[in-house]
């Protein structure tokens, strides 16, 4: 598992992937922690094919007992299908996940995590003296669907928005937006569901100071390459399937 | 999944289908007893005999119902701990992968906690398994043992049967019907503990 610090200040941001030993068949992911003095947040961990490297890695950065926190962007089982292996890993944590997947999300078998609902206008989450904002993404893709923003670090953690299909050693940075447009095109036309959905989001995002927008899969878009995105997604028909 | 869970699902699954087959038949048993009854009292004197023995097979089928039940129930019971182990036995799996590909991180130390409890969970729900297999078992054997009584019953009333002059034929299909009744039951209880006794004996 690759992991690489995207931001380090009172607390760090590391992201994971490009995970080199998972099963050729499953999609590649992207898992972000925050790092804080003596906690720690897991952002969509992950299926339970990738449970044990991504604890490994963890543990470069954490002990158990501080991964207190975990957080599912939406319900699909590559963000959150590892619930049941975190659930008997961890004996004081919470999953932060929308409020309307909850009685869904509980068929992964949880015995111990606190599920604390997030409403439909999002909430925060507060780690240490880090509070981070839960943005509302419902429909891109999921009906429940929320993003997480750092105001400190200007990260804005985008689930499937912004996602791409890429090769196992692919850069975790675009470094050619003109290029990389193409690995995004479809996925975003035919995953979205919403032109309203996305426009309203954008406009919602607009207003945030972003350096880096770090989606689940493919690379994370930084500096001007994140308003790039915005214009690009922003113009694109999405909901081709019908 | 490792082939032996799978075919411990198979086994719990196989006796919920055994057993319901099962219950079919014992309710089949009990419906002849209501007619071998109703022939009885139109017999009279010539199947005097013949009369307690409709009630006992009537209380057999009745005894037999509601073993079955408390043993389906159990059965589920059984069903959920072999989903409980399998859960448990993949946690305690992907915990010691963890604590292996975690090398020298440096808190892969704090993973020994979760692993040692997770082999704990894991080998309490083995325990468990067997020891609820061996109760099975023995209700298992209960059944068995009410097949061998409708047997001797069926016995009993072919005989009874035989002084009933023109009921003979009708008496003699019920007592016929309790033999294979009794029959399919020993037989479905039988694949039920052989399915079974693989786990007790582990």
Redo the contacts between chains.
Sequence with gaps: MKMTKIYEGSHQWIMFGRDENKPGNIIDTNQYVVRTANRCLLLDPGG?EL???M???V???????QITDLFASHQDPDVISSL??WD???TNAKLHAPAIWEGFLRHY?CESIEYVPIPDNGGTIKLDSVELQIIPAHYLHSPGNFHVYDPQAKILMTGDVGAAIEANDAPVFVDNFAVHVEKMRYWHQRWMPSNQAKRVWIERVRNLDIDILAPQHGRMFKGDDVKRFLDWFDALQVGIAV | MTNQTKSQFIAVASITSELSAVMVVAKEISLAAANAKAIAFRAGDKAKGFQPITDFINELAKETIELVTNINIHALVLYRLTVNEF??T??YN??E???????D????N??Q??LDN?RL?MQDCQRQFKRDVSQLLGQLEEVMHHARAARVIAANSRIEASQAGEYLQSLQAVAESVDKAAHTIHDNVQRCRIALSIYRNN
């Design positions: 339970a449970f044990a490297p604890m490994a890695a543990l470069h950065h954490a002990p158990v007992d049941g292996l008997q890993a961890l078998s | 859960q448990k993949t946690a992907k915990f992968l963890a604590v292996k590909m975690a090398g991180a440096a808190y892969a704090t993973m906690k979760p997770a969970s």
